[in-house]
Every structure is written in C-alpha cells, then in structure tokens.
C-alpha cells in the first residue's frame, strides 16, 4: 500500500516537471523569432500543407485552400516628416507577435517588407514607417509578404499572398509630390487571392527627406532624437562577430544604441521588441531603442544567424 503511494507520487512529480519544462519553452519564445536549434527551413504546424517552393531567404510556403485564405492590400503615402506609411489592410488574417517562433495557425502570423525584393523589416502590425534612408532616389518596387509564426510563407495556388505598390523618391532636398491610388479593402477588386485585393501606388518624395532619426528600427545619427544611455558597437566580418558576444544591462525606460557594421547586407533583428533593420554591406546602421520591457533580449542577424549581443532588461 505505501509503495503504491509513493509510485504515484512519483507519476506526479513527473508531470510536474514535465509541465514546468513546457512552460519555460512558451515562455523563452518570446526571446527568439524560432527555437534554440532550429532554423526558419524547419517549419512546424498542420495548418495547410508545405509546398518545396521557397523564397528568397529559404522559407518555404504553406499551401491553403482559396476559400477563406488571408488576403492582404498595401497603401504608400508620403510622412510630413521623413519617409512614407504604410498601411496593409488584411482580410481572414491576424497579426500575432507573442507567438512568433511557434506553430502555424490558420490566418495568423506576420508580414516581410521588401523594397526591389530585399527584405527591409518585418511586420507585426497593419502599420509601418519607412524611412526615406532605406529608398534611394528614383522609382521602386515594394512588396509586402503573409507568413505564419513558423517563418513559412501564406500561399494559395502555389502562390504568395502578398500585394504590391510603386513608390518614386525624390533626389533629396526636393520635396516632389505624392499621390497613391486607391486600394480596394479586402474582398473588392480582382487581383486574386493569392495577391490580396490590389495594389497602390506612391511618387514623388517625403518632406523633410534630411536624414533618418527615431527608434524602432530606424537608422538614426548618433544625435539625432534624445540621448541615449547606452551604447552597443558591434561588427562583422567573415561570419565572426566581434567583440564576441556578451550582455548588455538596461534599467527599463532606458535608450540604448546598437551600432552594427557588417561586410556584407543582412538585417538586425531585436528578439521580444520585434524592432529590425537593413544592414548595409560595410556600412555603420544604427538602431536605437527604449527599453521598455524587463527581461533577456537576445539581438541577432537574419540571413547569417549571429548572436551579436544579449539586452538584460531589469
């Protein structure tokens, strides 16, 4: 009788542990856009089936039925300020940043941002700035891309559910003129699902097309905005990172600096804060940046997959 007391104490413990490992897993994804060990080509989830085709970067596409896929719209206009906004109107889609790393859902995930097919950041709302400093001058092409938490991409028919829009920067200096063209809400126009309801699009320059400054993955000079309190210099090259990484320690409400050069083009992301930025090839990119949440921050690049430093948020 005792013995059989204490076996299933022991089934309990057991579970126990078993659910506090799970628990530690949910919430260590907050950290990192995917699990420790993995990389976005291994994808996870049932929703829809896996097609062998991928995009640039190597995620592959999640094929769903037409009937209630998401659908997606972009609209350009111009900021008063610096750059231009945009908008995605989504239809049978949610944003969902929590989960990032995690399983696909149906109609759930994030957007990719690319300008002439290059990533420039990654999305986690119907709204996004666009610095002026990330579009050169003269016309371009910008894409907006649906993936699921896994990093696979939304498809119908063996296609991306995206949307497009043209967008013309002016030389700087020259304030030029915008118009965009209407873009029909989702379920109107007759673009295809797999292309969302239509495209818009943006000439002309912004105002005040001086320079980059903000935070929240805009590449800023080191005075521009307030000041911040610290400062993180890191570089690149040859696939090392270097100083090697180590830890950074905030006080929350605290500004820090992450000043990146890497030899060749990726894009620093910022794990928990969803904050990204392009990284030019040989070329100093600043992301600046209020530590407003507490906790382990792991900061990295995309295409290479470095660790470049950890923020310790208190």
Known sequence: MGRGRAVRAARVVVVVLLAAAGAAGCGGRATTHHKPGTTHEQASGSAGALLDTKDAAGHRFREVPADGAPRVGLTVRPDPEDGWNLHLAVENFRFTPDSVGGAALPGAGHAHLEVDGR???????????????????????LTVRLYADDHTGWAVGGKAIEATAQLTAAEPGRSGHAHTD??????QGDTGATTGPGSSTSTGGPAGRGGPAGT?????????GRAVDRTVTV???????????????????ERVALRVTSDRADT????????ELALPAGQEAVLVLTADRTGLFEVETHTSELLLTQLLVR
Not at 182 to 187: A, D, S
Not at 235 to 253: F, I, M, N, Q
Not at 268 to 275: I, R
């Open 182 to 187: 209407p873009t029909p809400q989702p379920g």
């Open 268 to 275: 620093l992301h910022v794990h928990g804060y969803d904050q």
């Open 119 to 141: 990533k420039v950041a990654r999305l986690y709302g119907p709204w996004h700035h666009l610095p002026a400093a990330q579009v050169p001058q003269g016309t371009h092409t």
């Open 235 to 253: 570089s690149v090259r040859d696939g090392k990172v270097s100083p090697a990484p180590g830890r950074t320690e905030l006080k929350r409400g």
């Open 216 to 224: 929240g993955g805009t590449a800023a000079p080191p005075d521009a």
